[in-house]
């Protein structure tokens, strides 16, 4: 068996509205409750388990989802229609832009915990530029 990643527990201030916040934003299922965690589980089935913690306990972390070109245009519109703040960037300084790295789109976006999201639609170093013409 090749190793996997199966789950991660986020912390968060509210499990509920954190796991609720990104199932709504990426267009998935928030699932039962399991003892202090509330699930959310991707399309490669790595659940994220969101769990209720002191609000200074949470160091911020960053996580990113790759999406198919259809996903990232629902996620957008979902992101736009929330008015949630989004950047083309991961130091939020150029904010309500995207960015096309790696012959993709990506953006950023924070949850209700402080985490830092980020969508893209490439995975990182999966574009190869070609030479200039001559």
Do not use: K
């Amino acid at each position: 068996m090749s190793v996997e990643l199966n789950h991660t527990i986020i912390h968060a201030r509210d499990n509920r509205e954190s796991a609720g916040f990104l199932a709504h934003v990426l267009g998935l299922e928030v699932g039962a409750e399991w003892g202090p965690f509330i699930p959310v589980t991707t399309g490669n089935g790595v659940t994220l388990d969101f769990a209720a913690v002191p609000a200074e306990s949470i160091a911020a972390q960053h996580y990113a989802f790759l999406v198919s070109d259809e996903e990232f245009d629902a996620a957008f519109a979902r992101i736009q229609q929330a008015g949630i703040a989004y950047y083309a960037d991961p130091q939020l300084q150029q904010p309500g832009e995207i960015n096309h790295h790696h012959g993709g789109r990506g953006l950023y976006f924070m949850d209700p915990a402080g985490h830092g999201m980020e969508i893209i639609s490439r995975p990182y170093g999966s574009h190869v530029d070609l030479p200039a013409a001559s």
